[in-house]
């Protein structure tokens, strides 16, 4: 909520409305604002390099990487969530991938790649 300052406070008191009806008033005010905000529009960057992609969106599901099953030749996408988990105790592999030394890492039997990760600017 922003701070109401005193001009604004004393047309309210003006109005002769209750005290009730003047913060219903403040309430639908303050939901229209947050309305009008959630409706623009932000613009979405595609980062390719890890290098460049914040510390917060490598493992989040902003994240997408590419999984290759070297037993059944499947290739699927993931998010960072789900990379992170396939990690598991490896904090070597995490502190590389956090420090953007490398893109890609290896958890048992799959091959598992950093993709592009979207950012809202």
């Known amino acids: ?40 529009k932000h613009k979405v960057e595609k980062i390719v390099d890890i290098a460049k992609v914040p510390r917060t969106l490598i493992f989040s599901k902003a994240s997408i990487y590419k999984v ?5 030749r499947v290739e699927s996408l993931i998010n960072g969530v789900q990379a992170e988990a396939m990690i598991g ?8 991938l956090f420090n953007g030394k490398i893109k890609a890492f290896v958890a048992g039997d799959v091959y598992v ?9």
């Open 89 to 96: 105790l490896q904090e070597t592999v995490r502190d590389a």
């Open 1 to 40: 909520m922003k701070d109401i300052n005193n001009s604004d406070m004393e047309k309210m008191l003006l109005t002769g409305k209750s005290i009730d009806e003047l913060i219903q008033m403040k309430i639908q005010e303050d939901y229209k604002s947050i309305q009008k905000e959630a409706k623009k």
């Open 68 to 72: 290759f099953n070297k037993n059944t």
């Open 113 to 121: 790649e950093f993709m592009y990760a979207r950012a809202v600017v």
